[in-house]
């Protein structure tokens, strides 16, 4: 497994990462212990949770996971979201910032967050408040680098120009795959011209690319797009379809899986420093990290790219 920057700064993470929103809300805590061995054992070093994961026991969870082995890792978390749907428990306020980053410390049971990202934007908090506090809780050592997610990028750049002196966001997390590209738009040139680091969510298009599913038949028991009902059968359309056969078809003629290729194309992107993705089991870890080693030229990302238009 090989490493990149975040960003412009120092701090460096795995190409792959793990996603840690399934714990303790589809795996337990046995279940999440066998994740978390299995992606140490791939050389997987950054791991991505947030304070509304499984309902706050993700975050309990991982930190039991981790052990001692937590100053090994780069360990990244959320906050930003309303907490068991509390809506005092939400937001970029100062108030709400200060006591959310000593929740997660209890919960993950460690004494800093290497990266703590603004989840989503807070349209009622001015920026330069949020910014601030984040710059106190780096000054006392409780929050290495600081990072956001669901940005546009315009408040991308907002956030940057409001810094001036103080801690900036070193990473923007959004949702970003073969078959969901609405970020390239604005978002990755945002990240490219800022310097932060791009970590795509949902690299897999919530299975779309994992190859699982198949044109006209329901989806599998256990899946995420099973368990979203309706929403899962409206993600399971003809154009996507044809989009996933067309990419399959492109991977093969090469050796390759359409899951190494979701993980490749992304890779492929200088901006992206690491594929964050979820896993239920030891094996789906070894498979996701394994991705790592496939490289596609600048000429085949853009290729790939036409096909999934």
């Not at 066998?34 to 947030?50: P, S």
């Not at 989806?219 to 993600?235: H, S, Y």
Request: charged share 25%; glycine share 10%.
């Amino acid at each position: 497994m090989q490493h990149r920057r975040l960003g412009n700064s120092g701090l460096k993470v795995s190409e792959v990462g793990l996603g840690c929103n399934n714990f303790g809300m589809r795996i337990d805590q046995a279940q999440t212990q066998a994740v978390v061995d299995a992606a140490i054992e791939a050389g997987i070093t950054f791991f991505d949770t947030a304070d509304i994961y499984g309902g706050t026991k993700s975050e309990e969870f991982l930190g039991k996971a981790l052990g001692k082995r937590r100053r090994d890792i780069v360990l990244a978390t959320k906050f930003g979201m309303a907490v068991g749907g509390d809506e005092r428990k939400k937001g970029g306020s100062r108030r709400w910032i200060m006591q959310a980053v000593e929740d997660s410390l209890t919960r993950l049971g460690t004494d800093w967050i290497d990266l703590y990202q603004f989840h989503a934007p807070d349209p009622e908090t001015p920026v330069d408040e949020t910014l601030r506090a984040l710059d106190d809780l780096v000054t006392q050592g409780k929050v290495r680098y600081i990072g956001n997610s669901n940005f546009a990028g315009w408040q991308i750049a907002d956030a940057d120009w409001t810094a001036a002196g103080q801690a900036r966001f070193v990473s923007a997390q959004n949702l970003y795959s073969l078959l969901e590209r609405k970020s390239a738009f604005e978002v990755l040139p945002a990240c490219e011209h800022f310097g932060l680091g791009f970590l795509p969510f949902f690299p897999l298009a919530s299975g779309l690319l994992t190859g699982k599913y198949r044109r006209g038949e329901p989806p599998p028991e256990g899946t995420r797009l099973a368990a979203w009902g309706q929403r899962g059968q409206q993600a399971m359309n003809d154009a996507n379809f044809d989009r996933v056969e067309r990419l399959t078809a492109w991977a093969e003629q090469r050796g390759h899986t359409i899951l190494e290729l979701a993980f490749a194309w992304l890779l492929g992107q200088p901006v992206v420093s690491s594929v964050i993705a979820g896993a239920t089991s030891p094996e789906q870890v070894k498979a996701n990290a394994a991705t790592a080693a496939w490289r596609l030229t600048p000429e085949e990302v853009a290729e790939v790219t036409g096909l999934a238009a």
